[in-house]
C-alpha cells in the first residue's frame, strides 16, 4: 500500500476551486516522488497517474431541470464516494484525501470496506462543526485553526496546509507598456493607473466585482481591468451594471485560459479584492507572485495572506478602498515596495518548496499512526 488518492469529483471537466487545487497538488506531489492518484469523473491527461470514476455529473440534462445545482452537486459526489470505497483497497491507496464534503463524509462512512485514511480539507468555510466528523483534517489558514481551538475541539490531526504557486509564472522582465497593449487592446493615457480584479462576474458571486468598479471610478485616470469566469447572461448584465460608471475605463475580459492568467496581472499596478468572506483565495496569492500591492478585506484570512504585500481594509465601507487606491496610484514608490515585499512573501510562504514537505509530512504522519494502531 502507501499510495495516496486525491480526490475531486469533478476533476476532468471543472477547471476551478478543489478541481484546481487536486490536480495541482497531485502533479506537484508525482514531480517530487511521491506515489499519488488522481480520481475524478471528467476526461483528464494529467502528469499523474489518474482513474477516471463512475458517477453522475452535476450537468447532467436527466437531473438538471428537476434538481438545484447543490444537490445535483451532493449526488455527484455521493455516486463518487461508493465507486471509490470499492476501488481504493483493491488499488493499493490507503490515504483518501479530498476537498469534497460528500466525498469525505460517504468515503468515511464505509471506511471498514475500503480501508483507507480519510483527509476532508476544508476549502469551502463549512468550519468546525462539519471537520469535527473526520479524524484527519487539512485547514488552508491559522484562522480555521484556532476556530476550532476555540470551539474546544481535538486539533492534533488538523494540519494548516495553505495552497501555493509557483512564483516563478508569474514574475516577467517585459516592459508593462507592452503587456498592457497586449491584454486591453490599446494603450493607457500617460500616468494612469490599471487596477486588477479577479472573480466570477455572475450577480450573486461573493467577488463583489460590482461594488470594485464603484470604488475605481471615483478615482481619476484609473481604468479597471476585470478578468472572470462568466456566461453571457452574467457579462452582459455585469456591463450594464457597471459600464455607465466608467465608460472606456472598463476593460472586462472572461472565460481566459489559465496559461494566459499571469500576463493579466503583470499589466496591472494594484490588485483590489472586495470578497469579505474567502476560505482562502487563490487569485491573492496569485497577485502577490506577480508583485502586485494587495487591497483587502480585513477578514483574517484574508489579512494573513496579504501580510505585508499590501493593506487589509473595510470594504464594507463607502469610499474605503477609493481612498486606499488614491493614495496608492500617486505613490508609485510605495507601490514598488509594496510588490517587492509581495513577491518575497509569496515565494516564503505559498511556494511549492514551502508547502509540498506538509503534505509529506501528513501523509507520513498517518501511515505512523496506522502503524502504531495496528501494534
Not at 142 to 147: F, V
Not at 292 to 315: A, K, Q
Amino acid at each position: 500500500m502507501n499510495k495516496t488518492a486525491i480526490i475531486s469529483s469533478g476533476l476532468g471537466w471543472v477547471r476551478r476551486g478543489n478541481e484546481a487545487w487536486a490536480q495541482g497538488v497531485g502533479e506537484a506531489l508525482r514531480a517530487d516522488g511521491t506515489p499519488v492518484t488522481l480520481f475524478g469523473s471528467g476526461p483528464l491527461k494529467p502528469q499523474c497517474d489518474y482513474q477516471r470514476g463512475l458517477t453522475l455529473r452535476r450537468d447532467h440534462p436527466l437531473w438538471r431541470r428537476w434538481l438545484s445545482w447543490g444537490r445535483r452537486y451532493g449526488w455527484e459526489q455521493s455516486l463518487l464516494a461508493v465507486w471509490l470505497s470499492h476501488r481504493l483497497h483493491p488499488t493499493g491507496h490507503d490515504v483518501a484525501h479530498t476537498g469534497d464534503p460528500q466525498v469525505a463524509s460517504g468515503l468515511q462512512r464505509r471506511r471498514a470496506r475500503h480501508g483507507a485514511t480519510v483527509i476532508y480539507k476544508d476549502g469551502l468555510l463549512l468550519g468546525p462543526d462539519w471537520n469535527r466528523n473526520f479524524d484527519w483534517v487539512q485547514v488552508l489558514a491559522p484562522h480555521y485553526l484556532e476556530a476550532g481551538v476555540a470551539q474546544g475541539l481535538d486539533t492534533r490531526r488538523w494540519r494548516m496546509i495553505p495552497h501555493f504557486i509557483e512564483p516563478e509564472r508569474f514574475q516577467t522582465v517585459r516592459p508593462r507598456a507592452e503587456l498592457r497593449r497586449e491584454v486591453l487592446g490599446q494603450e493607457l493615457p500617460p500616468g494612469a493607473a490599471l487596477v486588477l480584479a479577479v472573480g466570477a462576474l455572475a450577480t450573486q458571486s461573493h467577488k463583489r466585482l460590482d461594488w470594485v468598479a464603484r470604488e475605481v471610478a471615483r478615482v481619476p485616470a484609473t481604468h479597471l481591468l476585470v478578468v472572470g469566469q462568466a456566461d453571457r447572461a452574467d457579462e452582459a448584465a455585469f456591463e450594464a451594471a457597471v459600464r455607465p460608471l466608467l465608460g472606456e475605463r472598463l476593460h472586462v475580459r472572461t472565460n481566459l485560459d489559465p496559461s494566459d492568467l499571469p500576463r493579466y496581472f503583470q499589466a496591472a499596478d494594484v490588485f483590489a479584492h472586495a470578497a469579505l468572506r474567502e476560505p482562502f483565495g487563490l487569485v491573492l496569492i496569485e497577485a502577490l507572485a506577480a508583485g502586485l500591492p494587495i487591497l483587502g478585506h480585513v477578514f483574517p484570512v484574508t489579512r494573513w495572506i496579504i501580510g505585508d504585500g499590501g493593506e487589509s481594509l473595510d470594504m464594507e465601507s463607502a469610499g474605503a478602498l477609493t481612498a486606499a487606491l488614491t493614495r496608492l496610484v500617486n505613490a508609485p514608490a510605495e507601490r514598488a515596495a509594496l510588490g517587492v515585499r509581495a513577491r518575497a512573501r509569496a515565494r516564503a510562504e505559498f511556494s511549492p518548496g514551502v508547502i509540498l514537505p506538509r503534505y509529506q509530512q501528513l501523509y507520513a504522519d498517518i501511515r505512523a499512526d496506522r502503524l502504531a494502531a495496528a501494534r
